[in-house]
């Protein structure tokens, strides 16, 4: 979906002298090479234009910008990382983009009391490494850990691969700072475990896509780092029976941190892009990545293979986790991160395609893998044109119709905003809307993402 002309890129040009009063000349990009990087997302899916790119270094500096933006009705997209998979961080409306990268300093880890605490900018795979420094472990895990920062896993309460054992990001937040959409500042860093003070802002924020507060610095719960991690590749000869072996872990395997799903045509798509050799001599229906503390062979697989060492295990993850990429190289996915209720999971797999094909007006491919025992399944489809909407229609109705939820755990942004009514009801947007206008007066905050 791109900005429909240069005329976005255009709008709010007057705020640009001021922008740099707050941040500073060289962090207010304008030149189009330079700010063509945060135009685009992750997929290819969402693109947009802006006026500029503001790049503020401390939370004060995040505040002026909004403040400012607030005064000349400019609406603003935070931004981190730009891994998100909804076109939630794009300025596809000329929105002026905040990036929050530079936001990276680290007060780290205080290893008596199991936290981090840092700036929204750091990126996830520095968290994983200061804490794994301390004698700790960090429990929200996934492929873009490097580019990912935590201010954009906060505010799309994003989940990955260890959710079944240590939950969501908004399980791991104990504190955040923010600027609101009308400049004023709310830092709780302290970190305390418990502490019943009132409104729970963390909650709040995580998962509110940049709706009614910019994450600047977060306090974060550190994990005990497993025993030792044993990583195998199940393959089973039908989805049904991977799903089920999925379930039976995750009850079974007192230590299980992940099992993760893909199939053949998925396997065979990341072998030929990535380079990687089959891992069985003879081609499977659906695999299982699965981690313990224990060797997890024993569920019915037609075959396996575990590994203990580092590198033998990112091997093993690199089948799983090159998933994104090679479907990426096959043009823009259009992207679904769904999740059922356990009877339905393999229901759905099924179904999928079929209903993707009559609601498709041209060829399509269908791609499958996901965190299979949270009943989170993620459905690529290529093939598409990027603003042709009739297959998101009938996925997440037939999402809806099964009893499951059309976010997992890469948000609404603006790819499943239309669809919000599936899953929530009138009363609950009216919520919605009241907590944004109490947060985000004037509504300048990522207007255009979440809310239908
Ligand atoms: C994953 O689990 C990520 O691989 C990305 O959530 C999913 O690219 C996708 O659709
Ligand atoms: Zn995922």
Request: glycine letters at 12%.
């Amino acid at each position: 979906m791109a900005a429909s002309d240069a005329a976005l890129a255009c709008q709010h040009r007057e705020v640009l002298p001021e922008l740099v009063d707050v941040v500073g000349p060289h962090h207010v990009l304008t030149a189009p090479d330079e700010v063509a990087p945060y135009c685009t997302d992750f997929s290819g899916r969402y693109r947009g234009a802006t006026v500029a790119v503001v790049q503020p270094g401390t939370v004060d500096e995040v505040a002026g910008v909004v403040r400012l933006c607030r005064r000349e009705g400019v609406a603003v997209v935070p931004q981190g990382g730009n891994t998100g998979l909804v076109g939630g961080g794009v300025p596809v409306d000329g929105e002026v983009v905040v990036s929050l990268r530079r936001l990276d300093g680290a007060e780290g880890v205080r290893p008596e009391a199991g936290h981090w605490t840092g700036g929204a900018g750091v990126a996830l795979g520095a968290v994983h490494e200061a804490a794994a420094a301390a004698g700790w472990a960090y429990g929200v895990d996934f492929a873009s850990r490097d580019a990912a920062t935590v201010g954009g896993t906060i505010a799309t309460n994003a989940g990955g691969l260890r959710v079944l054992r240590y939950g969501d990001t908004r399980a791991q937040v104990i504190g955040v700072e923010a600027v609101l959409g009308d400049g004023s500042v709310v830092s709780h860093l302290g970190g305390l475990v418990k502490d019943n003070t009132g409104y729970h802002l963390p909650s709040l924020l995580c998962g509110s896509e940049g709706t009614l507060g910019i994450v600047t610095a977060a306090t974060l719960r550190l994990v005990p780092p497993p025993e030792r991690r044993i990583t195998s590749l199940l393959a089973f000869d039908s989805v049904d029976r991977a799903v089920q072996a999925a379930y039976d872990l995750r009850r079974d395997v007192r230590t299980l941190e992940a099992a993760e799903l893909f199939l053949a045509s998925g396997l065979d798509l990341v072998c030929r892009v990535c380079g990687l050799p089959s891992p069985f001599a003879t081609p499977h229906a659906a695999y299982l990545v699965v981690e313990a503390a224990e060797d997890v062979r024993a569920v019915g697989a037609a075959d396996a293979v575990s590994v203990a060492g580092a590198a033998e295990r990112a091997g093993l993850w690199r089948y799983r986790e090159g998933h994104t990429r090679a479907v990426n190289t096959l043009g823009a996915p259009h992207k679904f991160d769904v999740t059922l209720p356990p009877p339905a999971l393999a229901e759905f797999m099924h179904a999928v395609a079929p209903v993707v094909e009559a609601a498709a007006p041209v060829p399509v491919r269908t791609w499958m893998w996901g965190h299979a025992a949270d009943g989170n399944v993620h459905v690529n489809v290529t093939g598409l044109a990027p603003e042709e909407e009739r297959v998101d229609e009938a996925v997440l109705r037939l999402v809806a119709a099964l009893g499951g939820s059309i976010s997992a755990e890469h948000g609404i942004g603006r790819a499943k905003r239309a669809w919000l009514g599936l899953n929530r009801s009138d009363a609950e947007v009216a919520a919605f809307r009241a907590i944004k206008r109490a947060l985000d007066p004037d509504g300048i905050l990522n207007p255009n993402v979440l809310l239908p």
